[in-house]
Structures are given as C-alpha cells and as structure tokens.
C-alpha cells in the first residue's frame, strides 16, 4: 500500500501546472513555440469550438509520403465536412451496440490471462493483463491474428513511445517512424484486400460495406481507420488500468468501497480519468486570431491543452488533488469533448470495468510492493506506469 505513485518528472509538471494555472493560464512555451492551455474553462474552448480551433495539424509535421498514405484515413487529422463523413462512415462498423456486445468476450479474454498467471504471487500489472487484454481484444474486433499482437505492440511503441510524443513534428523523427508506418500500412493493406476478396464478416467488412449517400471507404481509407484503432486503443487503455491500480493502492478506503460495491467501478474509472489523465496534451492549431485566458493566440498557432492540469483546476472542482469516486457529477476532458469525441470511449471504459471486477473477485488484496521501483512513461506523452509490478493475495 502506499504512493504518491507517481514519477518525479510528473510530480514537478504538476507543481508548473499549478503556478501555470495561477499566473498564466494561456501562455507561448518558447521552447516549442507552442501555446499552452491550463484552465478547464478555456480548454473546453479550445476542444469544442471548431471554427477558431482545427484538428489538422499537417502544417507543423515534415511532409513524408509514406505518412501521407498512412494518414487518407484517419479522420482524427480531420476538420469538417470530411471528419463527419468518415466518422460517420466507420460509426456504422463501430456502434455502442457491437461495443456492448463484445462484454462476454473480453471477460473471457481477462479470465485466460489472469488463469496464465496461475499461482504467481508478484505480477507485472502491464505485462500480464493491461496490453495484453486491449491489443487482443481490438485484434480480434479488426479480425486481425491475435498472435501478431507482439507487431501492434511494437508499431504502437515506434509511433508513440520510441521516438517521443512529439517525433511526428520533427523530420528526424518522422523518418525514423517511417519503417514501421510502411510495415504496418503494407500489413493493414493485405488484410483490408483478403476481407474485399474472401467475403468473411466482421468490422473491417462492414467498414467495406459502409455508405452514405454513395460515398464510400477506399482500402486506404479504412487501412488509416484501422491503425487509427490499433494505435489510439491500446497504449491509452492500458494505462488507464494501470492508473486505476495506482490510484486503488494509494486509496485503500475506496478500495475497500469497490470490493463491497463493485457498482462502484464505472464512477471510480471516471475520477481516474479525471485524476490521472493517461494522455497528457490534446493538440489543435488556431483558425483565426483567438483571445483566450486574456491573451491573444495568433491565427496559425500550435495550441496544446495541458490534460491533468485542466482537471486539476480549482476554479471548476472542490478539492481538485484528492482522489474521491463520490464526486457528482465527475467531469474531465481525458476523452476530449465535442465532435472528436473518442470514438473508442465505450470500449475502453468497458474493458477496464471487466478487467477491475476480475481482479478484485479472484484476489483478496493485490498492492504495489513497497521499494519496487515502477517505470513511468516519458511524461511528454503519457501519465502513468509502464512496468507496474503488483503483489496478488488470494
Ligand atoms: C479520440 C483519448 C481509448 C479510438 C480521442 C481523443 C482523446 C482520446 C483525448 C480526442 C482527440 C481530439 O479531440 O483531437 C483516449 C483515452 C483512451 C482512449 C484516454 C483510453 C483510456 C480509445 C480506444 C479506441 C479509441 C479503445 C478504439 C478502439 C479513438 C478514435 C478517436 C479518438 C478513433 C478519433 C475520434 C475523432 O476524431 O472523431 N481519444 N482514447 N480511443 N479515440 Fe480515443
């Protein structure tokens, strides 16, 4: 039992955000020439208004060919008209419906791992069940083979860890991304044509049979959309698990309360997302000269929301620093807000339910080992552990 579980690099962001909040809610990091977002009130802004704030972030990212094909379909680039017409094309594959209906899968899917770890009394938390259950489950979900999820995990790690968050706005990075978007793009391609040819069913079919109005997906469209899913769904759900256990460790009151209350969960992974954010900055770039926390954001601007500052912020929550499941109504921006809304949302919320109930009804206890060192992620890109070992009481 103990914490705080948190990494030191984090702990001082947390302490800028604080001042930053306080003294320059909107503020030109000269560093990255970017403007930076503190405040929840201005980050809904920036987040929901989208005639001053646009998704399409091209212009502050090396132009590469092989990034160009790989993007045709990943409409989270996108503003309107063209983000609604292909989110409401791959919405027709992926409705709350078919999310809800996978639930029996995935607690099968959690119940193999946890039977994998059989009698072992320490755990890595990441390893054996925070990666592993999100990349099976959305593999299988694409109807892609669950055996290359070694592949996915590394194709995430290259565009998301290896390199830094912010590789893609860098021509060194970007073309040390290059091999594995090429890898992954021929990979999806070959998939996406043997669904066109072989007539079996599943997501990536119904996404080959979506149209509205006579428009429909090209294959590499739906190849964007698809490694869109392979890489939004599964480093972001699986810190989020791993932060809803730190989160438990540190809090042994509201573990006590879930283990009594399991009908507790879905309101304890909402403080989660708001306490602990997993994805740290949402980006846009500005439309038009926009005044915002009482300065002027110039037109073409890269504006960055600082995630666990804004729900943080003590204008908008009581007690902002303390972790507490009975807050009513629990609010955050970790799934961003308006018409980007993750799309992905239920599903990750469904599968850390599953993954949370399983766990406190096969163990007694479970804790983060005292004088174990746990290994954080860059903070530049994700809050929370990447190695989490945990001790299981059965
Ligand atoms: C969009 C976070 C899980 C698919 C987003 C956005 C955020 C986010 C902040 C908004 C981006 C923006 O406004 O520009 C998260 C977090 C997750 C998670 C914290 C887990 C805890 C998933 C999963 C999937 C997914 C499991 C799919 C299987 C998507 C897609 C979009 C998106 C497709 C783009 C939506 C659009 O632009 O219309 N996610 N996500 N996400 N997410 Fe997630």
Not at 164 to 181: L, T
């Amino acid at each position: 039992m103990g914490g705080p579980h948190i990494s030191e690099e984090m702990q001082e962001l947390f302490t800028l955000f604080r001042h930053k909040r306080r003294t320059e809610p909107v503020g030109l990091d000269e560093e990255t020439g970017r403007w930076r977002v503190f405040r929840f009130a201005d980050a809904m802004t920036v987040a929901t208004d989208a005639h001053s704030f646009s998704n399409d972030l091209s212009e502050f990212i090396p132009y590469h060919e092989d990034l160009a094909t790989f993007s045709k379909g990943n409409f989270q680039n996108m503003d309107q008209p063209r983000h609604r017409e292909l989110r409401g094309l791959v919405s027709q594959g992926f409705t709350p419906r078919f999310v809800t209906g996978l639930a029996p899968r995935i607690e099968a899917v959690a119940a193999e791992l946890l039977d994998t770890i059989g009698d072992r009394e320490r755990i890595d938390l990441v390893a054996d069940l925070a990666h592993p259950l999100p990349v099976t489950v959305i593999a299988e979900v694409m109807g892609l083979p669950v055996s290359d999820r070694g592949l996915f995990r590394k194709w995430a790690d290259a565009l998301l860890v290896d390199n830094g968050i912010d590789a893609i706005f860098s021509e060194e990075g970007v073309a040390a991304m290059a091999p594995s978007i090429r890898e992954m793009n021929a990979y999806l391609l070959n998939h996406v044509r043997e669904y066109r040819t072989s007539k079996r069913e599943g997501l990536i079919a119904d996404l080959i049979a979506a149209e509205t109005d006579g428009v429909t997906l090209d294959d590499q469209e739906i190849v964007g959309f698809l490694a869109l899913l392979l890489i939004a769904g599964h480093l972001t759900t699986s810190t989020l698990l791993g932060n809803a256990i730190l989160c438990l460790d540190e809090n042994p009151e509201a573990a006590r309360q879930l283990r009594e209350d399991p009908a507790l969960i879905p309101a304890m992974i909402e403080e989660v997302l708001r306490y602990r954010s997993p994805l740290v900055w949402l980006d846009r770039k500005a439309l038009r000269t926009v005044h915002l926390g009482g300065v002027d954001i110039p037109e073409g601007s890269q504006v960055s929301v600082a995630l666990p500052s804004v729900t943080r912020d003590e204008s908008e929550f009581e007690n902002p620093d303390t972790f507490d499941i009975h807050r009513d109504p629990i609010r955050h921006l970790s799934f961003g807000m308006g018409v980007h809304f993750c799309l992905g949302a239920p599903l990750a919320r469904l599968e850390v339910k599953i993954a949370l109930r399983a766990l406190l009804s096969r163990y007694r206890d479970f804790e983060v080992p005292a004088g174990e060192r746990l290994v954080y992620h860059d903070p530049r890109g994700f809050q929370g552990a990447k190695v989490l070992p945990l001790d299981l009481f059965r």
